[in-house]
């Protein structure tokens, strides 16, 4: 085995020790200019941030060596409370420089459309204040809470944007209160089609900016629809925070066939600002409905109960529940009427279910043959409240009696 001089093994150790340094420094240089986490693709973004970063960084420094700027503002937003449309209103900041450099502000048009400034560029010396007027324009169509905010340029290192806030409410020219969609009840007891009530509701047609509402002409998308306009009474417009105001009610008349609906209702106002009509429209929404309702397993959609073929001495039942949607509970709540005769009917409270009957339909003791099984001839059972006509519903039974066989 060959030997070694002692020159030569530690040159050998020597070498060893600085290609490992070389590597390890390889390594590192590699890591510096891959830094962790960033992506290939974002490299790019990484290296411009760093570079601003270090810019900003030799800027701050150069500047301590120099009389700098400060800029404070306080507060940073005003509220303009109550403000009418199609108005110019004017706000005032006050910018001070507690630095020792002169302050320069500069406008950003492009940030607050609405607003404009007497000059686009500002210099407040070193301790000086200075006021900034700003008109802001509200445009004809804005309405409820509105807000603008105005950027400034500086030249102050530690602050170089102000972002001044301008917001207010801005008053309605014309508006309705709440139409809200509602139910209105009706009596099916006489198996019409169409309610014999009509539908009613009340709005208040009312102005936060002029003193006066004067309606030309209304109109609807349907005819079934009419108007009856009367002034609003103070309360109502206090509570609107309104100038001005009319109690519009709008009537939807009974129509055959017709369960809910959902229509248009448009005024005309005169505008004292030209003198001319001004449309303001507004959803009117509802339905109509049976103040009781029926379901349950033996209940068909279109026929009712099926009660099928039974003996007169059967002693079958047959049960439904039945549903009082009134905003009152029913003082007497009853089977109004059962067809045929050889039928009874009971109703029992459910405890459970809010205003819920279980009604159970059975044969008399003396039930005699009968024949209702056809659509122009079949029973029927009405179910309401016995003291108002007007609570009621009804579904159709269909079926046959026979007698006994022999």
């Known amino acids: 085995m060959p030997r070694f001089s002692l020159g030569f093994r530690l040159l050998a150790l020597f070498g060893g020790a600085a290609a490992m340094l070389a590597s390890l420094v390889f390594i590192a240089a590699v890591a510096q200019y891959k830094p962790w986490g960033v992506k290939d693709h974002d490299r790019e973004k990484y290296d411009s941030i760093v570079q601003q970063l270090a810019l900003r960084q030799t800027a701050l420094h150069q500047s301590q060596s120099q009389p700098t700027p400060r800029a404070l503002v306080a507060p940073l937003i005003r509220n303009l409370g109550k403000i009418d449309p ?36 500002w210099t407040v010396a070193a301790g000086e204040s200075a006021e900034l007027s700003l008109d802001w324009t509200i445009p004809q169509s804005a309405s409820g809470e509105q807000a603008e905010t105005v950027v400034l ?44 009530q009509p539908y009613v509701s009340r709005t208040i047609l009312f102005s936060q900016v002029y003193d006066n509402t004067v309606v030309l002409k209304s109109e609807c998308s349907s005819d079934a629809v009419s108007f009856e306009i009367e002034p609003a009474s103070e309360e109502a417009l206090r509570q609107l925070d309104a100038k001005s105001g009319v109690q519009v009610t709008v009537t939807h008349a009974p129509v055959a066939g017709v369960k809910k609906f959902h229509e248009t209702v448009r005024l005309a106002v005169l505008d004292p600002s030209t003198e001319s009509e001004k449309w303001v429209e507004s959803a009117f929404a509802g339905r109509f409905k049976s103040p009781v309702s029926f379901y349950g397993n033996e209940i068909h959609l279109n026929e009712g109960i099926r009660l099928d073929t039974v003996t007169t001495d059967s002693d079958q039942e047959w049960n439904f529940f ?55 001839k079949q029973g029927y059972i009405t179910i309401g409240d016995a003291e108002n006509s007007e609570i009621s519903n009804w579904m159709p039974l269909r079926g046959q009696i026979i007698s006994p066989p022999r």
């Open 153 to 196: 340029q500086t030249n102050d290192p530690r602050r170089p944007e102000l972002r001044l806030g301008l917001s207010g409410t801005v008053n309605v020219d014309w508006a309705f209160s709440d139409l809200p969609f509602r139910t209105r009840f009706i009596s099916n007891s006489s198996k019409s089609e169409a309610s014999d």
């Open 322 to 376: 039945a549903r009082f949607w009134t905003t009152d509970p029913p003082r007497a709540p009853a089977v109004i009427n059962i067809y045929p005769d050889s039928l009874e009917a009971t109703l029992e409270k459910v405890d459970r279910l809010k205003q819920t009957y279980r009604v159970t339909i059975r044969l008399k003791e003396d039930a005699k043959p009968e024949f209702f099984a056809m659509p122009t």
């Open 86 to 121: 199609n108005q110019t209103v004017q706000s005032t900041f006050t910018v001070t420089n507690s630095g020792e450099g002169e302050l320069t502000l500069a406008f950003k048009a492009d940030t607050a459309s609405n607003v404009k400034v007497d000059t686009e560029t």
